[in-house]
């Protein structure tokens, strides 16, 4: 599956120095890489063989990051329609036994269950794109099908839950 291209302006921010944080490590890792390759065998050399292997961690990062950060588009302005549910919103949601979740979608480079953050490409927040407050949507989860309610949709700062 695809992955959306959208970002939060925090989420693209946070990957360009992420990015820039690798290169950083990168450098000292291959510092430390070339004086454990000075020191002879490198086939039982621990320090040499975890050094590669932290090298070859942070190229693969790397490389991802250049790849998508690229494809990535910025969304930082307040949809046309507020009342219904669109990238970036704060959404609470209510399910047939009135349990209330309250999260946030943004792009799926970004999207962190501590936060209350979920990916635009999950299955709830697909069936919540578009949607206005009092609708009710169905999701299919993985034991059952899922019945939701949305009783609030907002528009604010990325840290902002309450």
């Known amino acids: 599956m695809a992955r959306s291209p959208h970002i939060t302006r925090e989420g693209f921010e946070a990957l360009k120095a992420e990015e ?18 000075a020191e002879g065998d490198r086939s039982e050399n621990a ?5 590669k292997k932290q090298l070859r961690e942070i190229d693969r990062r790397i490389r991802y990051l250049q790849r998508r950060i690229p494809e990535l588009k910025v969304v930082d302005r307040l949809p046309d329609d507020p009342e219904r549910v669109f990238f970036g919103a704060w ?5 047939e036994q009135g349990e209330r979740q309250c999260f946030r979608i943004v792009g799926a480079d970004e999207f962190d269950p501590a936060r209350y953050w979920i990916s635009v490409d999950s299955p ?26 949305i009783l609030d949709i907002q528009y604010r700062g990325e840290n902002d839950r309450d």
């Open 124 to 149: 709830i927040a697909r069936a919540l794109l578009g949607r206005a407050l009092n609708e009710e949507i169905r999701v299919e989860l993985p034991d059952r099908i899922g019945r939701f309610e």
């Open 47 to 51: 320090e040499y063989i975890y050094r």
């Open 91 to 95: 959404v609470e949601i209510c399910d």
């Open 20 to 37: 820039q944080t690798l290169w950083e490590k990168r450098r000292r890792v291959v510092r430390h890489l070339s004086a454990a390759a």
